[in-house]
């Protein structure tokens, strides 16, 4: 059995801007060390942008926590072994830059 230790500094901190329109897909390691019965990961990057791809409209964070949830569902044929956390924000743009929103 074991513990874990308090770490002795703060956790580091990661900034990032998000570009008007751009989405931030957040993950814990229960999403990608998900496993199929032949035990491979669910291949989250390569199912993400497959998606997105096919449309766009797919990094709106409902579709794509949705999709997430789904497809990890799917891929472990309902059998997670890790707690799953999928969490998506979008940074919205400028009311100015919506189309049919005008001043």
Do not use: I, K, N, W
Request: glycine share 6%; hydrophobic share 40%.
């Amino acid at each position: 059995m074991s513990t874990l230790a308090p770490a002795q500094d703060p956790p580091p901190v990661q900034q990032v801007t998000l570009a008007p329109g751009e989405t931030l897909l957040l993950t814990t390691d229960g999403v990608t060390e998900a496993r199929d019965t032949d035990g491979v990961f669910y291949p989250l990057a390569t199912e993400v942008a497959r998606a997105v791809a096919a449309d766009p409209r797919t990094v709106e964070p409902r579709r794509l926590v949705a999709f997430v949830r789904e497809g990890v569902l799917r891929h472990c044929e309902g059998r997670l072994a890790d707690d799953t956390t999928v969490f998506a924000v979008r940074r919205l743009m400028p009311a100015d830059a919506q189309p049919g929103l005008r001043s």
